[in-house]
């Protein structure tokens, strides 16, 4: 499985998604978007808004720190 998240490091939603995932023992890797143009673009590219978290788990993109649905992409629930 293949997770990536695109955060920002002020945002308080993107800590929970993180912290979210770490609890359930989940691997990730992390992009910072405020710094990183690159990784910007291709958050941008993928879910077409500017808003973080976005989470890419397996190729599916999730806005925001939608609990349920990342769980239920995840197969937790």
Known sequence: MTVK????????????????LKSNKISFEEFNVGTDTKA???MFNKS??????????????????NRPEIERTLGLK
Do not use: W
């Open 5 to 20: 998240i695109y955060s920002t490091s002020t945002c308080p939603y993107c800590v929970m998604a993180k912290d979210f």
């Open 40 to 42: 910007r673009e291709e």
């Open 48 to 65: 077409h808004q500017m808003g973080v978290p976005v989470l890419d788990i397996n190729g599916e993109i999730i806005v925001g720190f």
